[in-house]
């Protein structure tokens, strides 16, 4: 069994990144992001500050729009397209979750698609589907780029996904469909989650359930990708796999913390970088 170590490939990239930006600025354009905060959720908070530290740290002008919990619908859309129109900024991003009088579609909608950085506008979920993709949702691209840097073949390869979210699981099967894997989704619905799990090759893991994989779902030598991100009791981060006995039967494995959330902010990074690069070369 090996670890798939998300922290030591997102500082890789990030100083490959810094490279490219610092070429970047000398041209004249300095890649901007805007992330919009709604009210003070406390694990936003804490997201946020590191996607703040991480792009202040490449040298992008970062900014952190925060506004109140109860601002209107229609106020904070007024704001996403003062940022549309805002050359300074190659990417927008608004944290999720929204407060509920906020129709998240309508925020999406938007986004200009070219600024959409997260990659949840359906313009930019339908060129990724279609494989000509614009905007990747930054966790799934994060899990590419483990499989790339860690030799995993991914032709004919069996890949389950547990998780069918806009954000993740969706997302996730294009990609992975488009590596030639066979690709199945898996929910809370499905019948007979072990059976299917217990065929994968591949297994991403998107529950959002403490610790609920436990090696009896997991194939010999099955790669293991966890995106979970849970508090257990004493408030610790806890992901969706068991890693201490999954990592048993796994070839390969992602821990948590450590694993494909620092990944998630690097790929952020290098969606604003590539947006920014795009306003002076295409
Ligand atoms: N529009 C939008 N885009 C997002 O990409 C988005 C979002 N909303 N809402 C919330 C989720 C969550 N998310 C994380 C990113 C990095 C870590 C991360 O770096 N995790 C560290 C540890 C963090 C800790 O210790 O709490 C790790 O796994 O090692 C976690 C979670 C992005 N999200
Ligand atoms: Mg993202």
Redesign the pocket.
């Known amino acids: 069994m090996a670890i798939i170590d998300g922290?030591a490939l997102a500082e890789k990239m990030q100083a490959d990144l810094k490279t490219k930006t610092d070429k970047l600025i000398k041209k004249g354009i300095t890649p901007g992001l805007v992330v919009i905060l709604v009210g003070e959720d406390p694990a936003?908070q804490?997201?946020v500050k590191?996607k703040e530290r991480v792009a202040n740290n490449l040298g992008f002008n970062s900014v952190v729009r925060r506004v109140e919990e109860t601002i209107s619908e229609a106020d904070l859309l007024k704001i996403i397209n003062q940022y549309n129109l805002d050359s300074q900024f190659h990417g927008i991003?608004?944290?999720?979750p929204l407060p509920k009088h906020i129709d998240e579609e309508k925020v999406l909608l938007t986004i200009d698609p070219q600024k959409d950085v997260?990659g949840f506008h359906p313009l930019n979920m339908g060129k990724l589907w279609e494989g000509n993709p614009l905007m990747i949702p930054?966790t799934p691209a994060g899990i590419m780029e483990m499989f790339k840097e860690y030799n995993v073949d991914l032709t004919g390869k069996n890949a389950v996904i547990i998780g069918r979210s806009n954000i993740v699981g969706k997302p996730m099967a294009a990609l992975l469909l488009q590596e030639n894997a066979t690709v199945t989704i898996t929910h809370s619905k499905t019948k007979d989650l072990k059976d299917v799990t217990k065929q994968a090759d591949i297994l991403v893991v998107a529950i959002g359930v403490g610790h609920f994989i436990t090696a009896d779902f997991v194939k010999n030598g099955a790669v293991v990708i966890d995106v979970g991100?849970n508090r257990n009791g004493e408030g610790k981060?806890i992901g969706d796999v068991k890693f201490d006995e999954v990592s048993e039967v796994a070839s390969l494995i992602t821990p948590?913390?450590?694993?494909?959330?620092?990944m998630?902010?690097t790929m952020?990074m290098e969606q604003t970088y590539q947006a920014a690069w795009r306003t002076i070369n295409d």
């Open positions: 922290k936003s804490v997201y590191n991003l608004v944290q999720l997260d930054s991100m981060l948590v913390p450590g694993g494909v959330g620092p998630t902010i952020l």
